[in-house]
């Protein structure tokens, strides 16, 4: 089973960038659905973006033209990179993928039990 360690969270101010990873160790990410959740303790978790096998992307309306997400398959690495942050971004993001099945954000929210997870790294974004 493909394991997870999200690195990259941290403390930022609105406006600005950080670039999360999603080291991957196991098997190949580019076997995966790879995405990205994000959950805090006020609201219902959010399926923020994922990549699917094939290269095609998903994001989020909330997160739409802000966040890229992208594959490298030799570092077997998944890069959220996160621009213009706002307060309401502030959350524990999670990595999780997905050997079959669909792969979209609704995915994510729905059927998350159906994902392997990393531990998640913690953003706050401060006004």
């Known amino acids: 089973q493909v394991k997870l360690a999200e690195t990259g969270g941290g403390s930022v101010q609105a406006g600005g960038s950080l670039r999360l990873s999603c080291a991957a160790s196991?098997?190949?990410?580019?076997?995966?659905?790879i995405g990205w959740i994000r959950q805090t303790s006020t609201k219902e978790a959010e399926g923020v973006a994922v990549?699917?096998?094939?290269?095609?992307?998903e994001y989020a309306d909330s997160v739409k033209e802000r966040f890229t997400i992208s594959a490298d398959n030799a570092e077997n690495t998944v890069y959220p990179q996160m621009n213009g942050l706002k307060p309401e971004d502030s959350a524990m993001y999670l990595c999780?993928?997905?050997?079959?099945?669909?792969?979209?954000?609704?995915?994510?929210?729905?059927?998350?039990?159906?994902?392997?997870r990393g531990q998640g790294t913690q953003v706050t974004v401060s006004s």
């Open positions: 990549i699917a096998r094939d290269g095609s992307v």
């Open positions: 999780a993928a997905r050997l079959g099945g669909p792969c979209n954000t609704a995915m994510l929210e729905d059927r998350l039990y159906y994902f392997t």
């Open positions: 196991g098997y190949p990410i580019n076997r995966y659905c």
